[in-house]
């Protein structure tokens, strides 16, 4: 079907733009491990990254999805973006100010290993962060995949120059010497700073800094609709972030808490694929069915693709949890500890993404609080299992916090997304395709326990191979097709 040949093939496009630059950034993981030898620095940065995520939604205020949808409600798109685009450089601004004011109180609060230049630091970094949501946005929904995908994997690539300048060309006591009072966990903070400042230039330059327009009336309307997917993004992100911040105050050995938190961190990007291919998606996703909501085929289309989504989940799956055996060695030697926490890890971003699918109901039909009420649920249920599993089994606990959420979220999403007609699956092969990577993730299971993990890692990739041959057989899909899109 060309329509979702063409969600796919720009899903790869968008993917440039999130898998490109989370494999740089992953290049930095072996550097960063082997640099800040001890855990409790990764710690650190795990922390304060789990902060910013969680900032970062609200300083957007949902309004990423309010100009998908006003944009494609009224014609004057310009005052839509404009008024946006305003609100959200004031916003920004008044943060970063504020946090700077307070910078010492809040290191004070954090610990001995947070200092008062990491905060405003980072606050720079979140505010910029905030204000390039919307031009990214911009370019999304103009349909400019190739310039969105350049443009982010540039930014990553000065990120990682900044890293490889910083932690191996620069002699350490000229480094010093240029920025006294700092450690070496400060340069990870200022090389992402000195990213988004390169990054926001070059974007006005593309986009354009708008005209003054600013619309009261119309910013009011877009914020009761953006206000319930603002909440939603804070609930949500309290699933994915906040495991990290209670691993500091709730693991068991209070003088180790820190140190399994860089632990966690690091084998947390270990399962960071399935990620890549959830946000691909997002990118593509988000405008595509806006769009074509009104088509008479879409029902249609959503179901062949979320049959898609679901098949590539279970893959990459089992594709990273037989293969840990050689990606273990992208982290440093201090930090391959509990690395079987990666399947749980990967069950849980699995089920998110196919709640995000099923949260397209609600969003077209803009029923926006039933999103509210599905994350809201899902945050409930993770401080609670959180704060009872990570006393008992530490980190373990924190990742098995995730599925007991998402799994939570999204059988209500279902439920009440089923009456909408909205939501729909293509069965059409799903059970044999879905038995064939059971069969693939069980005797590679059964090698592991009962065999050296090298058979596993062998059986499970040749099988896979020999899998993704007989979807496209079944799906009648031939790739060279996907580059007419």
Known sequence: ?????????????YGLSTVVPRLLN????????????????????????????????????????????????????????STI??????????????????????SNFLGSFYKPIYITTLAGVVSIDAVLALPF???????????????????VVINVFCNILFYLIIPRNDLYTLFPNVDLLYFVFLSNLIQNIFVLILLLIFTKIPKLIFNPKLLKSILIYSLPLLIAGLSGTTNEAFDRIFIKYLYPIKDEALYQLGIYG????????????????????????????????????????FKYFLIFCFFITILITFNIPILKYFVGSNYRHNLYI??????????????????????????????????????FTTIISNVILIPLIGIYGAAVSRIISYTIMTLLCYIDGKRSGYISIDRNNLKLFLLFLLFIAFISTVLLIYSKPLFSLIFANLFLILFIFFFLKKENIKILNLRKC
Not at 59 to 78: A, D, M, Q, V
Not at 85 to 106: N, V
């Open 1 to 13: 079907m060309a329509s979702v040949r063409q969600l796919y093939s720009q899903s790869v496009v």
């Open 26 to 81: 992953y290049l930095l993981v072996p550097l960063h491990t082997t640099v800040l030898t001890n855990p409790e620095q990764y710690g650190v940065i795990t922390e304060m990254y789990a902060y910013i995520s969680f900032i970062l939604i609200l300083l957007t205020f949902g309004l990423e999805t309010g100009f998908f949808r006003f944009s494609s409600k009224f014609k004057n798109n310009e005052s839509v973006y």
């Open 85 to 106: 685009f305003y609100f959200l450089i004031f916003t920004s601004s008044l943060f970063f100010l504020i946090i700077s004011i307070f910078s010492f109180d809040i």
């Open 137 to 155: 946005a911009k370019l999304r929904n103009e349909n400019k995949p190739f310039l969105f995908s350049s443009l982010k994997i540039l930014g």
């Open 266 to 305: 690091a084998n947390v990007k270990l399962a960071v694929f399935l990620v890549l291919f959830i946000q691909m998606y997002r990118f593509a996703a988000e405008p595509f069915f806006f769009k074509l909501q009104n088509e008479s085929n879409n029902k249609e289309i959503f179901a062949k693709s």
């Open 342 to 379: 990666v399947p749980i890890l990967l069950i849980a971003n699995s089920l998110f993404g196919i709640y995000f699918n099923l949260s397209f109901w609600f969003k077209l039909s803009d029923k926006t609080l039933y999103g509210l009420k599905y994350v809201g649920i899902g945050a």
